[in-house]
Structures are given as structure tokens and as C-alpha cells.
């Protein structure tokens, strides 16, 4: 009963180079959402999809950011052009619905740190 | 603009005694709440989550409790046990499908 897979668990880049963070959501959930926690911080909505849309991109910044939910395979969130400030650890959670009865799980996260 | 908040970054806690843990909203379109623990280098583990049309939910040694009217709810951890030592973030839903938003994260620890 595999949970929110989340890889790379690390990533290191260095400046002005692309980042990929994969997603596979729990089994049965078809509901992903990535947040961003900066340190000392709290976690911060980045982008809602379901497979082959996005519902809500409100929190991703308009410059470098996107994200994806192909019909097969995992969610991708991508950065391209790197730069320090990007340096968080990237969540990713699922559900099988919105609602407050059908909670978030989240994966442990990816760590990226810019040189 | 942080519409929740937890204002206390630390709490430390006798292991047997209750935990309480305190968060605050702002935005009244807010109509579900959730608690996660957080451990180091992991993701966020629910715990807990409760519907503004009700002011308690109870799961366990876990107990949450809603204001409206004060715009607060709190999470009651009784007894509390060395292991309940962790991050505690509080989080609301219901402004747009799906987001939630999260306060600043409370650590407890609870000393056996």
C-alpha cells in the first residue's frame, strides 16, 4: 500500500539549470497538489491538477514554473533557470477528492538545493 | 498576509500531561481544518481534520476543537507520549478546491 512517492528525495543544481521533480500519487487518488517550504516557514500552496488539467495555479510563481499531470505517469513540477532562491523542500500530496474528509497525504518531499 | 497563524514556535510538554496546541484564521471563508505532524526529512502525516459545522472532533488521544466565532481552533494531545515529539501544522480549506493554507508549524516536545 504504496503512499505519495516523491523523487528525487535531494536534488542539487546550480544556477540557470532545470529541475524535475516527479510525483506519483497514492494508489486511487487522481487529486495532486504541490506545496514549497522555505526554511523556518510553513508550507506554501504552489499548484492544484487533476490528470491532464490544472485546476488552480494561483500559488506557482508566473516565471519558470510549471507543472503537469500527464495522463500516464507521474505529476512533473519544473524549474527551469534555477536560482538560489528556489532552494526549499518541494512536497507533493494526493487525494482521492476535495473536501475536509478526504485529507491530503503528502510525500517526504524533495530537497533542492542551488550552488 | 498570513491568514493562519500559530503563535507559539515551541511547547514543551511532561510525557503523560495533555498537549494543546493553538492556531488562528482570519479568513471566514475557511469552512474545513486540518492537523499534520511533521518529523524531520519527512512529509506532513495527517492527524485530524474537522468541518466548520461542527465545534469538536475526536479521534483518539487526538481532540480538536473549533471556534468560529473566535476564528481558533486548538488540538488536544492527552496523554501526550515522547513520540508525539514533532512539528504541528495546523491547515484550512474551502477558499478554492483543493488549496489548503498552513501556519508556521508549532514544535512539541514531550520529555518522558
Known sequence: NAGVMQNPRHLVRRRGQEARLRCSPMKGHSHVYWYRQL?????????????????????????????????????ILRIQQVVRGDSAAYFCASSPSEGWNQPQHFGDGTRLSIL | DQQVKQNSPSLSVQEGRISILNCDYTNSMFDYFLWYKKYPAEGPTFLISISSIKDKNEDGRFTVFLNKSAKHLSLHIVPSQPGDSAVYFCASGGTSYGKLTFGQGTILTVHP
Open chain 1, 39 to 75: 526554511p523556518e516557514e510553513g508550507l506554501k500552496f504552489m499548484v492544484y491538477l487533476q490528470k491532464e488539467n490544472i485546476i488552480d495555479e494561483s500559488g506557482m510563481p508566473k516565471e519558470r514554473f510549471s507543472a503537469e499531470f500527464p495522463k500516464e505517469g507521474p505529476s
